[in-house]
């Protein structure tokens, strides 16, 4: 394996590991949404009530 190879295989590996790492953190201080976009809760109570 060349050094430019190395170098690519470890910027991917600190992207991808890094982005998980990140996500995981970011989700477990704020694992809800506060709040929603206008309209968002009322598409989300028809689904739970069984009306259409």
Do not use: C, K, N
């Not at 050094?3 to 201080?29: D, K, P, Q």
């Amino acid at each position: 394996m060349t050094g430019i190879a190395l170098v690519f295989l470890v910027i991917a590996v600190v992207i991808i590991w890094g982005g998980l790492v990140v996500s995981t953190v970011l989700l477990s201080r704020r694992p809800e949404v506060t709040a929603y976009p206008p309209g968002g809760d009322e598409v989300e109570a028809q689904d739970h009530s069984g009306r259409a």
